[in-house]
T-cell receptor
Framework: DTEVTQTPKHLVMGMTNKKSLKCEQHMGHRAMYWYKQKAKKPPELMFVYSYEKLSINESVPSRFSPECPNSSLLNLHLHALQPEDSALYLC?????????????FGQGTRLTVV | QKEVEQNSGPLSVPEGAIASLNCTYSDRGSQSFFWYRQYSGKSPELIMSIYSNGDKEDGRFTAQLNKASQYVSLLIRDSQPSDSATYLCAGEGGSNYQLIWGAGTKLIIKP
């Protein structure tokens, strides 16, 4: 089972709103990722959690706040976003300690900031 | 700066023919490479991983890795219209968690 589940599938939010994206996996993976993808571009890494600890933060603005409550769950809290933050937000997971980065993606959240 | 380069296409292939997708990479230290398929508006789907020189086959898909020439390719045999998608090549980055992505090649299979 290579399933990563993201909710919601679509989200429209105003620039003053606070919302959260959620991600869940039950593959026993201990690395979880948030990516941002704009149209016709490859995914862009935002954050990596390894064993529930933030391992990589790719200089993402503080209006994006990740959280990893446990080994299966990953959240991305959104606050005071800008229209240019509109994109497809992807969660992914992978094994750790194998020297491999075989990442499996969720179906994504299509975010529109108005 | 580590890079993975792909021709953005579109690459147009007749149905039933072999589609050949290629990418090159700059970091000789990269060991692992991945091909993802992405349909328009959907998320990337991992279709092949390759870690050693040579060919790896899975159904209609064959991944090829040539470390001496620093290129990775994906062959799709008996191409079907459902194979029409953007194919993303990714290589292992500086850590276990980072991937270096190519820009993606748009593949169109013409019936």
């Amino acid at each position: 089972d290579t399933e990563v589940t993201q909710t919601p599938k679509h989200l429209v939010m105003g620039m003053t709103n606070k919302k959260s994206l959620k991600c869940e996996q039950h593959m026993g993976h201990r690395a979880m990722y948030w990516y941002k993808q704009k149209a016709k571009k490859p995914p862009e890494l935002m954050f990596v959690y390894s064993y529930e600890k933030l391992s990589i933060n790719e200089s993402v603005p503080s209006r994006f706040s990740p959280e990893c409550p446990n080994s299966s769950l990953l959240n991305l809290h959104l606050h005071a976003l800008q229209p240019e933050d509109s994109a497809l937000y992807l969660c992914a997971s992978s094994q750790t300690g194998t020297g491999k980065t075989e990442a499996f993606f969720g179906q994504g959240t299509r975010l529109t900031v108005v | 700066q580590k890079e993975v380069e792909q021709n953005s296409g579109p690459l147009s292939v007749p149905e039933g023919a072999i589609a050949s997708l290629n990418c090159t990479y700059s970091d000789r230290g990269s060991q692992s490479f991945f091909w993802y398929r992405q349909y328009s508006g959907k998320s990337p789907e991992l279709i092949m991983s390759i870690y050693s020189n040579g060919d790896k086959e899975d159904g209609r898909f064959t991944a090829q890795l040539n470390k001496a020439s620093q290129y990775v390719s994906l062959l799709i045999r008996d191409s079907q219209p459902s194979d029409s998608a953007t194919y993303l090549c990714a290589g292992e980055g500086g850590s276990n968690y980072q991937l270096i992505w190519g820009a993606g090649t748009k593949l169109i299979i013409k019936p």
